[in-house]
């Protein structure tokens, strides 16, 4: 099967990564990192105000799926987007959801 010049391959991982990114504090903690931030996990969850345990399980997902990697500095890890053009995903959510 084959769109537009996309396998199926492709379709499928393109899938994944908007399962894994289509949750609202996971799309939150996106645009909190977008522009090059790196940021450990107090700091999300901070500026989520939930828990940092959800904090660490939602930072989990994007990780495992690619979205995000991490750095450890010390007793920190921090955060941050592998790819930044999924900067234009968000600001595309973020537009249809207005």
């Known amino acids: 099967m084959k769109f537009e010049g996309l396998t199926a391959e492709q379709l499928e991982k393109a899938a994944n ?16 990192l977008d522009g090059g931030k ?20 939602h930072l989990g997902i994007l990780k495992d799926k690619g979205i995000l990697g991490s750095k450890r500095e010390g007793k920190n890890t921090y955060y941050y987007i592998r790819n930044e053009n999924l900067s234009s995903i968000i600001e595309c959510v973020n537009k249809c959801a207005c």
């Open 17 to 32: 990564l908007l399962k894994a990114i289509a949750h609202p504090m996971r799309i939150a903690i996106l645009e909190y």
């Open 38 to 57: 790196q940021l450990n996990v107090t700091e999300i969850h901070e500026y989520l105000e939930i828990e940092q345990s959800t904090t660490s399980h």
